[in-house]
């Protein structure tokens, strides 16, 4: 049986052990995110498949784990299309994935609008995007 005193002292470290790794994890997330945002215009690509126009989202896919909702736009829209990013737990537990990386655009696209919201509730300003295609 513990005393009143290790006790406290056993309740003490937990908290402090709880806000380290709180704090740990926030501290990751952050640098996720920055490094994320240093790279903004590898968020997304474009690229013709089988005459198709497509828009890539595959870096966006390895921030699953920061990133809650991935919206676009086309053309002149607002970005309101859902692309749907993979579970962190999904990715995280290696469970098998059917990950869509791409979207089929209409070859009419010349621009394309990306809004983010990350899982601490904020969100990226709207970035755009002029189509490139690399060869």
């Known amino acids: 049986m513990l005393s009143r005193n290790q006790f406290i002292s056993l309740v003490l470290f937990i908290v402090f052990i709880t806000s380290a790794i709180l704090l740990f994890n926030e501290f990751k997330t952050l640098s996720q995110k920055e490094r994320m945002q240093r ?3 590898d968020w997304i690509s474009f690229g013709y498949k089988d005459n ?3 828009v890539y989202f595959d870096y966006l896919t390895d921030f ?3 990133i809650k909702e991935v919206r676009y736009g086309i053309n002149d829209s607002p970005p309101v299309n859902l692309y ?3 579970s962190c737990e999904n990715i995280k537990n290696n469970k098998p994935l059917h990950l869509e990386i ?3 655009i209409p070859p009419s696209t010349k621009r394309m609008s990306i809004l983010l919201r990350y899982n601490d509730n904020t969100q990226s300003p709207v970035s755009f995007y002029d189509i490139k295609i690399i060869d």
Do not use: W
Request: aromatic fraction near 6%.
């Open 84 to 86: 749907v990013i993979p």
């Open 64 to 66: 699953s784990c920061i």
């Open 102 to 104: 791409y979207r089929t």
């Open 39 to 41: 790279h903004q215009e």
């Open 52 to 54: 198709d126009l497509r």
